[in-house]
C-alpha cells in the first residue's frame, strides 16, 4: 500500500513537471497562442450555431428541444477538450511507432502508456474547453437545472468516464498501428464520427446502430444516456440517478482493455531504422 | 508536362502503398455516412418537405457529399510548411520544375489513387445501404461536372494560400485546422445552408466556401433552377479568378523573397 | 552483468512489386516473408567491461542492443541485466541502464536542455545532491554547462549528443547502451565522445556496450569485440587475439629507388605502384627483419614501414569477402 503510494507521488511529480514544461514549450512559440485560440473555439461556435439553425428549421430532434440539446453539446464538447488534452497523442500513435519515438518511452522506469501521453501532453486542448463550458451553462440555464453538490458530482464523474471512454477509443485504433506497421491517421474520421454520435441523441439511430454504440463501441455512455439520466428525458433504458456512475464504470473498463491491447501491441514494436 | 505526369504517377503508387490506411479509410467514411444517413431521416421524421427539399434528396445530397470529399484531400499545405520547416524552400525553388507544380501533381495523383480507393467503395455501399443517389436532370450532368472541376480548383487554390502562410515563419497548424473547420461548416457538405435563416445563408453566400459543396450538389439534387445554377457558377468562377490572381501575386513575392535571402 | 541467452529476433514484412500494377496487387494479396534479424546468440558481459558490437548494415546489431536494452521483445531467449530479466521487469532493470541512439534524441526539442535534464531528474527520482555531482563530472568531461542553457533545437549535432550522453548518465547506470554514438560527428566532438566513454568506464565502473561503423571507435575504445553477421555471432574475444587468429599477418611497405621490384617466396606481393611494393606476409613464416634483408639483396631499398593487420583486416574476413 505504502509502495503504491510512493509510486503514485512519483508519477504525479513527474506530471507536474511535464506540465511546467508544456507552458514552457507554448511560451517558446507564442504565434501558435494566437492560432489555436481561434481555431478550436471556432470549431465549436460554429457547430452550435448549425445544431441551432437545424432545430429551427425542423423543429425538435427526436424528442429533444433546443435546451437539452445544447446540454448534450456542452458535455460532449467538453469531454473532447478532456480527450484532447490528455488523449490526442493516441491520433498520432502511429506516427511514433514508425518513427521509433517509443524507444526512449521504453528505456525509462515508468509505464510506456503514461509516458506517450503525459509527455506530450497538449495543454492547448484547454481552447476547446472554454466553448464547451459556454454552451453547457447555457444548456443548464436553458433546461432550468437545478444545479446542486449531487447534480455536480453527477457531471463531473461522467466527465471522467466520458473521457476515458474517448481515450480508450484512441488508444485502441492507434494501437492498431503496431500490427499494421502504417502510420494510423483516423483523427478526422474519429472526431466526426464522435461528433455525430456524441452531440445528438443516439435514438434517432436506428436500433441496430444504438446497439452497436451502447454495447460494443459504447460512444452512447460518454453523452446520450448519462444526460439523458440527468435531464429526466425518458428513453426505455438506462434511466436512473446511477448512469453517469456506469459511465465512469464503462470509462475504466474501456482503458483496460485499450491498455492491455496496447501493450500486446508493444511486443510487436519495432522500433525503427532497421 | 512530362515531368508533372511523372509525379502524378509516383504518387499514385505511393498512396496505395497503406493497404491498411485504405481498409481504414473506407471503413471510417461508410460509417460517416450511414450515421449522416440516419440523422437525416430522423430529422425528415414526419415531414415532407424541409427547405425545399425532401428526405430523399437530402439522401442523394450526403452520398454525393460524401463522394466529393475524396476531391478535397489536399496536402499542398503541408507540404509547403515541410519545405520551409526543413529549409529547403531554396532549393526546391531553384529547380526546373515548379514546386507548387509538383505539389499540384501530388494531390492529382493521391486523388487519382483515392477515386478508385475510396470513391468507388463508398458509392457502391451507399448504393447498397442508403439508397442509388440518382441525378435529379441528367441534362445538367455537364454543369456539375463543369462545376465540380472549379470547386476543387477553389478548394486546392484556399489550401495552398494557407499553406503560403507558412513562409511568414508562423507554425500554420492551427491555421490548417481553422481552414478545415470552415469548409466543413460553411461550405454546406454537413448540413446545407439553405437550413439556416436567409440573413446568415445570404452573408455566408459572398464566401469562396458555399461554391465547394453546395453549388455542384444543389446542381446534382437539382435544387433551383438552371438560371440560379449558372447565375452561382459565375460567382464560383469569380471566385476561382480571385483566388488565382492571390495565389499568383503571393506565389511572385515568395519566390522573389526566397530568391533574395536564399531561403 | 549481462546474460543474454538463445536470443533471436524475426521480422515479417511485405514484400511490393513495382509499379502501379504492383501497388494494386498489394491490396489484394497478404503475402508476408519471415526474416531472422538475430539467430541465437548467446554471451556474456562482465561488469566494466567496454564491449564493441560491428557488423554490416542489417547485420543484426541494432536489432540485438535493442533487444538488450528493453526496446524490442526477443522472439525467442532472454537478456538477463544484473540477474533480471529485461522483458520480464523492464521497469526495473531500465532504471539501470543508459541509451544512447545516435541518430534519435531524448531531448526537447523546443525547450533549454537543461529542462530536458530536470525531467529526467524527476523521473529517475535523483537526489539533489547526486544530479548536482553528476553534472559537475559531466561538465569537466565535456564541458556541458557551457551549453545547458541553449535551447536544443539551437545546438549543433555534436553538442546534441553531449546533451544525450549527459542524459544517459544522470541516474549513473551500470550499464551504458550506445548504439551507432559517432556517426555524423566531427573529428572533435568524436574525440570527445571517445574520452566520455573510457572515463565514465574508467571512474564510475559504467559498462559499455556499443555498437559502430567506426573502426576508430573500436580500436580506441574496445577490448573486446563482438562481430555478427546476418544475425549469427562471427567472432566474440579479445580484439588483438582475433587479429592473431584470424589475420596472422602483417603487411610490408617497401621503396625502391626504380620501378622493379622483386617477389620473395616467403611472402606475397599484393600491390606494385611506382617505386612502391606491399608485401604480406605470414607472422609464423619469416619477420620483418629477415625479410627486409632477403629483399634487400634482390634490389637496393630506400625506405621500409610494416603495417599491422588491422580490425578492417578483420571484418573483411569475417564477412567472408
Known sequence: MKKALCELGHYFEVTMHVIKMAFLTIIEYPSNIAGWLISNPLQFIVGFATIKFVVEAFGEINGWNYGQLAFLYGISVISHALSMIFFVQGWFMGYFVIEGEFDRYLTRPLGVLYQFFFTNINIFGITDLIPGILVFVYGCVKCQVHVNAWFLLQVIVMLIGATLIRGGIYILIGSTSFHTRNAVDFGQYTQEIMDK??????????????????????????????VSSLLGIGNGFANGLLVPFLTLLIGILMMLLAGAYFKAGLKKYESAGN | MKKYLYVVKTQIIKSMTYEFNVYGNILMQTIIMITSAFFWKALYAGQGNVGGVDADSMLTYIIVSSLLSVLFLTNVERRIQLSVQKGTVATDMMKPINPFGVYFAE???????????????????????????????????PLFLLSVVLSFLINWLISALFGMIAFTAVNIDALIQVKKHLIRLLSGSIIPLWFFPPAVSKVLGAFPFVYIYQLPLSIYIGKGDCAEHLMQMGIQSIWLAILCGIFLFVHNRVTKKVMVQGG | ????????????????????????????????????????????????????????????????????????????????????????????????????????????????????????????????????????????????????????????????????????????????????????????????????????????????????????DIQELCERIIIINHGVMMEDGNLSQIIDRIAPFKTLVVEYYDEIAPDHPSCEMIEHDGNIAKYKFMKNDTTAADLIAELSKLRPIRDVSIEEAGIDDIIRIAYGE
Not at chain 2, 111 to 139: E, T
Request: glycine share 8%; proline share 4%; aromatic share 8%.
Open chain 3, 1 to 216: 552483468m549481462i546474460d543474454v541467452q538463445n536470443l533471436c529476433k524475426d521480422y515479417t514484412f511485405k514484400r511490393k512489386e513495382p509499379g502501379i500494377r504492383g501497388a494494386v496487387k498489394s491490396l489484394f494479396t497478404n503475402k508476408r516473408e519471415l526474416i531472422h534479424a538475430v539467430r541465437d546468440l548467446s554471451f556474456h558481459i562482465d561488469a566494466g567491461e567496454i564491449v564493441g558490437f560491428i557488423g554490416p548494415n542489417g547485420a543484426g546489431k541494432s536489432t540485438t542492443i535493442k533487444m538488450m536494452s528493453g526496446i524490442l521483445t526477443p522472439t525467442k531467449g532472454s537478456v538477463l541485466i544484473g540477474g533480471e530479466d529485461i522483458t520480464r521487469h523492464r521497469k526495473e532493470v531500465v532504471r539501470n541502464i543508459g541509451v544512447v541512439f545516435g541518430q534519435r534524441s531524448q531531448l526537447n526539442w523546443d525547450l533549454r536542455l537543461g529542462e530536458s535534464f530536470e525531467l529526467l531528474k524527476h523521473i529517475y527520482r535523483i537526489k539533489q545532491s547526486d544530479y548536482e555531482e553528476t553534472l559537475d563530472v559531466m561538465d569537466s568531461i565535456l564541458g556541458i554547462k557551457e551549453i545547458i542553457d541553449k535551447p536544443v533545437r539551437q545546438m549543433s549535432l555534436g553538442q546534441r549528443v553531449k546533451g544525450d550522453l549527459v542524459a544517459s548518465m544522470l541516474h549513473s547506470p551500470s550499464v551504458l547502451f550506445l548504439d551507432e554514438p559517432t556517426i555524423g560527428l566531427d573529428v572533435s566532438s568524436k574525440y570527445a565522445l571517445r574520452k566520455f566513454i573510457k572515463e565514465i568506464n574508467e571512474v564510475r565502473k559504467t559498462t559499455v556496450i556499443l555498437t559502430t561503423h567506426d573502426l576508430g
Open chain 2, 107 to 141: 494531390d492529382i495523383g493521391n486523388i487519382i489513387a483515392l477515386v478508385f480507393q475510396n470513391m468507388l467503395p463508398i458509392l457502391i455501399i451507399g448504393c447498397l445501404l442508403i439508397k442509388v443517389p440518382k441525378m435529379a436532370d441528367i441534362r445538367d450532368l
Open chain 1, 197 to 226: 454520435t456524441t452531440m445528438y441523441p443516439i435514438s434517432m439511430y436506428p436500433e441496430s446502430i444504438q446497439f452497436i454504440l451502447t454495447f460494443l463501441i459504447p460512444i452512447g455512455w460518454v453523452s446520450f444516456y448519462p
